[in-house]
């Protein structure tokens, strides 16, 4: 387990881009795979990105790929997740999440055992 406080959520209009952060207590944190996840309101929560302990292999969905890159600082215990284009659909609560198990493709939010409290991003017209 380790504490996650993500920040950086808000109000952009679409096209615009917005910057999360996750910061993560311990001392485990660069044995990690750190992810993003997004829940709409009346909607299941949303894989959005992972990236692996070393920050090399990442894995996107679909929906973000083009606009949305995650980078961790290892060093710093912080993952990012830059956020350009934003269209209204990505308005959401976004979840910063911690894994021990090795990043694959398909991840899903059971392989996550560590949760920050979110963030909201609201995009408008």
């Known amino acids: 387990q380790v504490q996650l406080v993500e920040s950086g959520g808000g109000l952009v209009q679409a096209g615009g881009s917005l910057r999360l952060s996750c910061a993560a207590s311990?001392?485990?944190?660069?044995?990690?795979?750190m992810g993003w996840f997004r829940q709409a309101p009346g909607k299941e929560r949303e894989f959005v990105v992972a990236v692996s302990w070393s920050g090399v292999v990442t894995d996107y969905a679909d929906s973000v790929k083009g606009r949305f890159t995650i980078s961790r600082d290892n060093a710093k215990n912080t993952v990012y997740l830059q956020m350009n284009s934003l269209k209204t659909e990505d308005t959401a609560v976004y979840y910063c999440?911690?894994?021990?198990?090795?990043?694959?493709?398909?991840?899903?939010?059971?392989?996550?055992?560590?949760w920050g409290q979110g963030t909201q991003v609201t995009v408008s017209s």
């Open positions: 999440a911690a894994s021990e198990r090795f990043l694959r493709a398909s991840m899903i939010a059971s392989d996550f055992g560590s």
């Open positions: 311990g001392r485990t944190f660069g044995s990690l795979t």
